[in-house]
């Protein structure tokens, strides 16, 4: 097993959904904050949503925020990120992080291998 190990992309026509999990096995770090981020072709790495150990707190950028839900189910040490009305703009690979030091992304010293959505016009 590795340490995360993202699934749950794919092709979805505009409009449609997708459930990304994050599923963290073997830990020796830490996963109080985790975070979801996401990198387009030719661009930069860009975070995406953000949640804490309780998930009583969770952050968004303005673009997926209100159509997109992170959260976690920590008896099964998974991360979720639910994404609706896709669009193009987010075709991307989309990447779990851990050991983050704080709800937006920064410093996180573990990462997935990456899972790829696309979503089609």
């Known amino acids: 097993q590795v340490p995360l190990e993202e699934s749950g992309g794919g092709l979805v026509q505009a409009g449609g959904s997708l459930r990304l999990s994050c599923a963290a096995s073997?830990?020796?770090?830490?996963?109080?904050?985790m975070a979801w981020f996401r990198q387009a072709p030719g661009k930069e790495r860009e975070f995406v949503a953000g949640i804490d150990w309780n998930a009583i707190n969770t952050y968004y950028i303005n673009a997926v925020k209100g159509r997109s839900t992170i959260s976690r189910d920590n008896a099964k040490n998974t991360v979720y990120l639910q994404m609706n009305s896709l669009n193009p703009e987010d075709t991307a690979v989309y990447y779990c992080?851990?050991?983050?030091?704080?709800?937006?992304?920064?410093?996180?010293?573990?990462w997935g291998q990456g899972t790829q959505v696309t979503v089609s016009s």
């Open positions: 992080a851990a050991a983050c030091k704080n709800l937006r992304g920064l410093g996180c010293e573990r």
């Open positions: 073997g830990r020796t770090f830490n996963t109080y904050y």
